[in-house]
T-cell receptor, first 115, second 109 residues
Framework: DSGVTQTPKHLITATGQRVTLRCSPR?????VYWYQQSLDQGLQFLIQYYNGEERAKGNILERFSAQQFPDLHSELNLSSLELGDSALYFC??????????????FGSGTRLTVV | GQNIDQPTEMTATEGAIVQINCTYQTSGFNGLFWYQQHAGEAPTFLSY????GLEEKGRFSSFLSRSKGYSYLLLKELQMKDSASYLCAVSNQGGKLIFGQGTELSVKP
């Protein structure tokens, strides 16, 4: 157990629907990062939060949004889902912005299948 | 912009040594990471380099040359369980961790 908790582990939904993925960072970590990994693709950075504030954005679609709450857990909202959104979504956390010597700790991911 | 290049796949023999190279171009640099990822699982942290030189950790070592934008991961005494994807990632000063496409390593008996 890495200490980063993601729920749900699996999600199957239809095109056009909306889903929410949840992440609880490792205890004490203030930064949360979201990544998308499609089949045969590398990890694509979506967005980063630090202590409740958005810090950096990657190639995140306008249909996707995220937030980090006061208790530091984060949610990634995906709407108007398309078949191409099917992927593994990972959350990672770190104590500071930049990872430092201990890197970024990843959760086990949510596998989203859009049918 | 940022660009990270590593070979798509490599094959090596059990017990041997393999070196996985990574070159990068980045706006700002706050360290280079190597992660191991088995199919369908979360990436796990292997090493971190922020200064030039070699960091050794058991069977795994990682090297960094900031002036050349180059790193390598060295795996010694390969075991079958080392078959996985190895991801090179660079952290910029804003804290974003950007990954390369990964190198799929197959270890053969």
């Amino acid at each position: 157990d890495s200490g980063v908790t993601q729920t749900p582990k699996h999600l199957i939904t239809a095109t056009g629907q909306r889903v929410t993925l949840r992440c609880s960072p490792r205890s004490g970590d203030l930064s949360v990062y979201w990544y998308q990994q499609s089949l045969d693709q590398g990890l694509q950075f979506l967005i980063q939060y630090y202590n409740g504030e958005e810090r950096a954005k990657g190639n995140i679609l306008e249909r996707f949004s995220a937030q980090q709450f006061p208790d530091l857990h984060s949610e990634l909202n995906l709407s108007s889902l398309e078949l191409g959104d099917s992927a593994l979504y990972f959350c990672a956390s770190s104590a500071q912005t930049g990872g430092g010597n201990y890197g970024y700790t990843f959760g086990s991911g949510t596998r989203l299948t859009v049918v | 912009g940022q660009n990270i290049d590593q070979p798509t796949e490599m094959t090596a023999t059990e017990g041997a040594i393999v070196q996985i190279n990574c070159t990068y171009q980045t706006s700002g640099f706050n360290g280079l990471f190597w992660y191991q990822q088995h199919a369908g699982e979360a990436p796990t942290f292997l090493s971190y380099n922020v200064l030039d030189g070699l960091e050794e950790k058991g069977r795994f070592s990682s090297f960094l040359s900031r002036s050349k934008g180059y790193s390598y991961l060295l795996l010694k005494e390969l075991q079958m369980k080392d078959s996985a994807s190895y991801l090179c990632a660079v952290s910029n000063q804003g804290g974003k961790l950007i990954f390369g496409q990964g190198t799929e390593l197959s270890v053969k008996p």
